[in-house]
Antibody
Framework: QVQLQQWGAGLLKPSETLSLTCGVY?????????WTWIRQPPGKGLEWIGE???????DYNPSLKSRVTISIDTSKNQFSLKLRSVTAADTAVFYC??????????????WGQGTLVTVSS | QSVLTQPPSVSGAPGQRVTISCTGS?????????VNWYQQLPRTAPKVLIY???NRPSGVPDRFSGSKSGTSASLAITGLQAEDEADYYC???????????FGTGTKVTVL
């Protein structure tokens, strides 16, 4: 059974860099999947941030692209998110997830537990 | 930045059938991209309910079903149960944004 476990700092000041890591346990971390980050501001809906595959190829949400970097460490079965120059508007629960594209369509089949990141001075 | 529109809330009595609509456009659902549905219980991560428009993952009750037509999709819940009270999100891919998009979300209340 695949499990995603995420960690990182939960309280940041404006202008700092958000850094989260997601570890993948119990499943394949090799070819065939993309790994993604999604966020959810308190009381609001879900927003896709970006994704990465095992070879390091990335795609980002255009609205966040200038501030986001997603990286991967296949030796540790981990992938990470960095979001620069955060503001209060970046306060959200951040989720990591696996993108399953089998069958010709893509969906998020396994999710991390979520990390609340609060940006406050 | 939700480009898929859902009703904010739907409700029904136990045992009833409710449907949740998801309206997109020609750059996402209408561009033949699949629609997926997620259930989010309070204070938990979303869980996939329907993928590829109509498919249920193992373990999801057959009370949940999905459909798609044109630029819209729907999630139906039959035999509504108290445990179905949650937020539901549709999700697809958008050509204009070159990325995944979610619906605005619908809160289901069991009366």
């Amino acid at each position: 059974q695949v499990q995603l476990q995420q960690w990182g700092a939960g309280l940041l000041k404006p202008s700092e860099t958000l850094s989260l890591t997601c570890g993948v346990y119990g499943g394949s971390f090799s070819e065939g999947y993309y790994w993604t980050w999604i966020r959810q501001p308190p009381g609001k809906g879900l927003e896709w941030i970006g994704e990465i595959n095992h070879s390091g190829s990335t795609d980002y949400n255009p609205s966040l692209k200038s501030r986001v970097t997603i990286s991967i460490d296949t030796s540790k079965n981990q992938f990470s998110l960095k979001l620069r120059s955060v503001t209060a508007a970046d306060t959200a629960v951040f989720y990591c997830a696996r993108v399953n594209c089998s069958g010709g369509f893509c969906y998020f089949d396994y999710w991390g537990q979520g990390t609340l990141v609060t940006v406050s001075s | 930045q939700s480009v898929l529109t859902q009703p904010p809330s739907v409700s029904g009595a136990p045992g009833q059938r409710v449907t949740i609509s998801c309206t997109g456009s020609s750059s996402n659902i209408g561009a033949h991209y699949a629609v997926n549905w997620y259930q989010q219980l309070p204070r938990t991560a979303p869980k996939v309910l329907i993928y590829g428009n109509t498919n249920r993952p193992s373990g999801v009750p057959d009370r949940f079903s999905g459909s798609k037509s044109g630029t819209s999709a729907s999630l139906a819940i039959t035999g509504l149960q108290a445990e179905d009270e949650a937020d539901y999100y549709c999700q697809s891919y958008d050509d204009s944004l070159s990325g995944y998009v979610f619906g605005t979300g619908t809160k289901v209340t069991v009366l």
